[in-house]
């Protein structure tokens, strides 16, 4: 149970963090930014293991990697909604 918690508050600050990157409005909850700070944590992880052939765990650049990730899905739904409505 203590890591299923861990896995969400390091989720919602990995998402808080792509949301500070990411510019202009972002409306989402706290639910849904803790799912793209997860989201973005994947992506990281995998983009990290094919540019460094191994998994960098636990570091400032795993937590960058994430980051990213989880600007790339912010961003990526910002520019859905604009095209949708």
Do not use: D, E, K
């Not at 890591?3 to 990411?22: E, F, K, Q, S, T």
């Not at 510019?23 to 995998?46: E, K, R």
């Amino acid at each position: 149970m203590a890591w299923i918690l861990g896995v969400l508050v390091a989720g919602l600050i990995i998402g808080a963090l792509g949301r500070l990157v990411v510019p202009g409005p972002n409306p989402m909850g706290c639910v849904a930014t803790s799912a793209v700070g997860i989201g973005g944590a994947i992506i990281g992880g995998v983009i990290g293991r094919l540019v460094f052939g191994h998994y960098v765990h636990r570091g400032p650049l795993t937590l960058a990697l994430a980051v990213v990730g989880s600007a790339l899905i912010i961003w990526l739904l910002q520019h859905h909604r604009h095209r949708v409505g």
